[in-house]
């Protein structure tokens, strides 16, 4: 990448990435790039195009959430088909974090310091988890999975406000009240080696959500808007279907949340 090349074209070039390895290649690239200098925040880039799907391999076959069977942690397959679904939050997170790159644009230079970061640690949680997927005799796309995080930046594509509250504040910040419990499950087993990793990125995923948390916020300061509230409404209108305690109170504190946030999650999820 050229020294001025734009970081919004290296943003649109990884979304549009569809094979495993060339998003996660692509993605430590650009974010090498624009660590060192390499990719320019250009003020006079074109407009962002319309949000669509990202580029995806043609397998997982995306299905609805209600037809993803449950599978319990006591067979290799059911620990596969666990970690297989990790694998696609994080697949999706790639993009999630381009996009927030890509689509909004006239934001501080530190945020689009952060959601490179986030991209490219999401890049590596993926790699981790498709290895350790591979080491299991199983690969990426072996399992169907659902498209849920990707719905919900499409409907937040007009507002970068919306879409910190409710991505990593809402659908993200899950892995923090559930990963805890899978790591306790996992090593119960004997599987040390995943729930190693599950270690990484739960402590990963808390500067991610908390990034979200530091950008919701500045967004709400920029229009004079209170962000207890707001959160509140955004959680209603967009929100009350995905949510469900209970709530890992701890990380999500760490993450940003404030007790009148918390309050809210708990009250609208019940």
């Not at 970081?7 to 990884?14: I, Q, S, V, W, Y």
């Not at 986030?118 to 690969?139: I, K, P």
């Given at each position: 990448?050229?020294?001025g090349?734009s ?8 979304l549009a990435?569809?094979s495993?390895e060339?998003k996660?290649?692509?993605?430590h ?22 949000i669509?799907m990202?580029?995806r391999?043609?397998?997982p076959?995306l299905?609805?959430p ?9 067979t ?5 088909a ?12 790639i993009?999630?974090g381009?996009?927030?790159v ?9 945020y689009?310091?952060d ?27 072996d399992?169907d999975?659902?498209?849920?995080l990707w719905?919900m ?6 507002d970068v ?5 409710l991505?990593?504040?809402v ?5 923090l009240?559930?990963t ?10 004997g ?7 599950l270690?990484v990125i739960?402590r ?8 979200g ?5 500045w ?7 209170d962000?207890?509230?707001r959160f509140?409404e955004?959680l209603?209108?967009?929100?009350r279907?995905?949510?469900?305690g209970?709530?890992?109170?701890d990380?999500?504190s760490?993450?940003g949340f ?10 609208i999820s019940?």
């Open positions: 990448m050229s020294v090349a970081l919004f074209d290296a943003a649109r070039d990884c990435a569809a495993p060339d996660v290649a692509a993605t690239a650009a974010a090498d790039a624009f660590r060192c200098g390499g990719l320019a925040i250009d003020a006079a880039a074109p407009p962002p195009q319309p669509t990202p580029g391999p043609p397998r076959r299905v609805h209600r037809e993803l069977p449950r599978r319990g942690f006591g290799d397959e059911g620990r596969a666990f970690i297989h679904a990790i694998a696609h939050i994080e697949f999706n997170a993009d999630l381009w996009d927030a890509y689509r909004f644009r006239g934001m501080p230079a530190q689009y310091a959601w490179v970061m986030v991209a490219d640690d999401e890049a590596r949680h993926f790699s981790m988890l498709r290895a350790r997927l591979q080491a299991m005799g199983f690969d990426y796309g399992f999975a659902h498209n849920g719905e930046a499409e409907k937040t594509a007009h406000l919306a879409r910190m509250a991505v990593p504040r659908l993200e910040a899950r892995g009240d559930v805890p419990g899978m790591i306790v499950k996992l090593r119960a087993l599987d040390q080696a995943t729930a190693d990793i270690e739960l990963e995923e808390i500067a991610h959500v908390a990034a948390s530091r950008w919701f916020r967004c709400c300061e920029r229009g004079g808007i962000p207890e509230p509140r955004l209603t209108e967009y929100a279907a995905v949510l469900h209970p709530f890992n109170v990380a999500r760490a993450a404030s007790e009148d946030e918390l309050a809210a999650l708990v009250q019940g």
